[in-house]
């Protein structure tokens, strides 16, 4: 009886763990504290958090990582992660977000596509800063993408060129959107004036539905035109609000935005985590890619109210620079969050709407800049 007590306690993964494994286990303690504690972003940092607890109890001893080989089937991981490293679930999350978005907020005063357009200004100083200091080109460019507070974009990216740093930036990618609300404030109020925050915008004009029809259509056709390579994100998230605005498929429109967004961000999330395997994330290459992420968000959101300020000079009616921040791809946390700074100098000073304009064109911009990335590396 003692033997076979013996020979069960050596198929348990008792002999299989390392230091490492219990450094992810408090990895994944703390992305559980920020979702949980904080709540923020709770439907991504949660299945997250899991996924790097499921991957870290020894995979060669549950199997749950092992591909299917010899007549044996995979471990589920490995079958969820096929989805991630294949790129289907980036445009299915893009699909859902879609349906999500009003775009006539940014058709409403066209003028906060510059700056969603120039919010990306962070993503290409990055990828020079992290080429560098000595990542190749591939790597740079998945690097450099965690500054559009995109996580599937970011993930889209790393999966065709770095999936070998998949793990740490996805993490990285979603941890920054987490701390909108601690970082956004900080850059804002260092690069405005109050004066400048208390900036009041006029009332947006009427976007008509001919033109929240032909919207997508149009973007559609330019994008895959000059930018090819980004077609599958941007074309399912066009996609998407085309079957929100036609207004006739409004089962589609709830299948894609609930339905189908919350299921694949469930993979999508566990997915990623799953990847942030000990002997994987815990390299001193993590700390930099931290580091750049970190850099590349600061960087987009000020690229964003500095151009926004630039603007000014030229306008008779004045932006308020807040709104060049949203210019990230967060929706619509960043937007938010540029509303409740303004509201701190002036509770009658509603710049929401406006916020939201580069906040969504920001999406698009994140994706086109993953787009050019593709299109000159691949």
Do not use: C
């Not at 001893?61 to 591909?67: A, C, D, E, K, W």
């Not at 790393?158 to 740093?165: G, I, N, V």
């Not at 895959?224 to 929100?244: E, H, Y």
Request: net charge positive; charged share 10%; glycine share 8%.
């Amino acid at each position: 009886m003692l033997e076979a007590f013996l020979k069960y306690f050596e198929n348990t993964s008792f002999y299989g763990f390392t230091f490492g494994n219990f450094v992810m286990f408090a990895v994944a303690g703390a992305l559980l504290y920020i979702a949980v504690v904080k709540e923020s972003e709770p439907l991504l940092l949660v299945p997250i958090s899991f996924g790097i607890i499921l991957a870290n109890i020894p995979p060669n001893i549950t199997g749950i990582l092992n591909p299917p080989g010899n007549g044996t089937q995979g471990g589920l991981l490995w079958y969820l992660q096929r989805g991630l490293y294949t790129g289907v679930y980036p445009p299915l999350i893009f699909l859902g977000i879609g349906a999500l978005t009003d775009f006539s907020f940014m058709l409403s005063y066209p003028i906060t596509i510059f700056l969603g357009a120039a919010a990306q200004a962070g993503i290409f100083i990055t990828f020079l800063l992290s080429k560098a200091i000595g990542f190749n080109l591939k790597q740079a460019a998945s690097i450099a993408i965690i500054g559009g507070a995109d996580g599937p974009t970011s993930i889209y990216t790393a999966s065709r060129f770095a999936p070998e740093l998949l793990s740490v930036i996805a993490v990285a990618a979603y941890s920054y959107i987490a701390l909108i609300p601690v970082l956004q404030p900080i850059v804002s109020k260092a690069l405005t004036t109050k004066e400048e925050r208390m900036i009041r915008m006029g009332q947006p004009r009427h976007v008509s539905k001919l033109e929240r029809v032909l919207f997508p259509i149009f973007i559609t056709l330019i994008v895959g035109t000059l930018v090819p390579k980004a077609l599958p994100l941007v074309g399912m998230l066009m996609f998407g609000n085309l079957l929100r605005e036609v207004g006739v498929v409004k089962r589609l429109v709830e299948a894609a935005s609930r339905f189908i967004l919350d299921t694949v961000t469930i993979l999508l999330m566990v997915s990623v985590g799953s990847t942030a395997r000990a002997d994987l994330f815990l390299r001193p290459q993590s700390l930099m890619i931290f580091g750049l992420g970190a850099f590349a968000f600061v960087a987009a959101l000020s690229t964003g109210i500095l151009f926004a300020k630039f603007m000014n000079l030229f306008l008779k009616d004045k932006v308020n620079p807040l709104i060049g921040a949203a210019g990230v791809s967060a929706v619509p946390d960043s937007a938010r969050v540029a509303h409740k700074i303004a509201m701190e100098e002036d509770p009658h000073n509603y710049i929401l709407m406006h916020a939201m304009g580069p906040n969504v064109a920001g999406v698009v911009g994140s994706a086109i800049a993953a787009g050019v990335f593709l299109s000159l590396l691949s």
